[in-house]
């Protein structure tokens, strides 16, 4: 069974670089058919796209994050990337790590439990 | 961005209900449109994908239809552990963009 896993400090504070990481377990993070994908919930709030990558590397952001954002991936360790820099409060969310099937649809089919993190000094 | 509009925002629904949940693009995405439930604390579980086809371990009870523009996720039959909340997900273009989700409480 794949299992998502996201690690990262849980608070960050204003105008310094949020970086989590995840790792995947019950599956190889290589191959052609997937995308491993980020997405946030800031609190009471709905669902944001912030990016995904796939293993070889290429990227697509959210416009609205694009150039404070970083995905990058480690095919060697299993594990997948976020960097968002220049925090302020209204990065305050839930970010989770998930797996997007590379195929026409792209449906997010395994996520990781989600790890909350605030912005604050 | 492909703006996702859902409607209600939430609803009041007893065991047994048939439940209707509407989901509105804001330009044509044919069938791609995909539904989610979460419950509090956890993450979102995928429910349906390509407009109508549920995926794999679902319920039955649930259903979706739709294309274009408009779209309908279903629960005949409402069951204790289905009071969640609910989102739609466009899959056409990026940037993904998600409804704001129907929360479904119990009556």
């Known amino acids: 069974q794949l299992q998502l896993q996201e690690s990262g400090p849980g608070l960050v504070k204003p105008s310094q670089t949020l970086s989590l990481t995840c790792t995947v377990s019950g599956g190889s993070i290589s191959g052609d058919n997937f995308f491993w994908t980020w997405i946030r919930q800031h609190p009471g709030k709905g669902l944001e796209w912030i990016g995904y990558i796939y293993y070889s590397g290429s990227a697509f952001y959210n416009p609205s994050l694009k150039s404070r954002l970083i995905i990058s991936v480690d095919t060697s360790k299993n594990q997948f990337s976020l960097k968002l820099r220049s925090v302020t409060d209204a990065d305050t969310a839930v970010y989770f790590c998930a797996r997007a099937l590379s195929g026409a649809y792209s449906q997010f089919d395994y996520w990781g439990q989600g790890t909350l993190v605030t912005v604050s000094s | 961005d492909i703006q996702m509009t859902q409607s209600p925002s939430s609803l009041s629904a007893s065991v047994g209900d048939r439940v209707t949940i509407t989901c509105r693009a804001s330009?044509?995405?044919?069938?791609?449109l995909i539904w989610y439930q979460q419950k509090p604390g956890k993450a979102p579980i995928l429910l349906i994908y390509a407009a109508t086809s549920l995926h794999s371990g679902v319920p039955s009870r649930f259903s979706g239809s739709g294309s274009g523009t408009d779209f309908t996720l279903t629960i005949s039959g409402l069951q204790p552990e289905d009071f969640a909340t609910y989102y739609c997900q466009q899959s056409y273009s990026t940037p993904r963009t998600f409804g704001q989700g129907t929360k479904v409480e119990i009556k």
């Open positions: 330009q044509n995405i044919r069938d791609y």
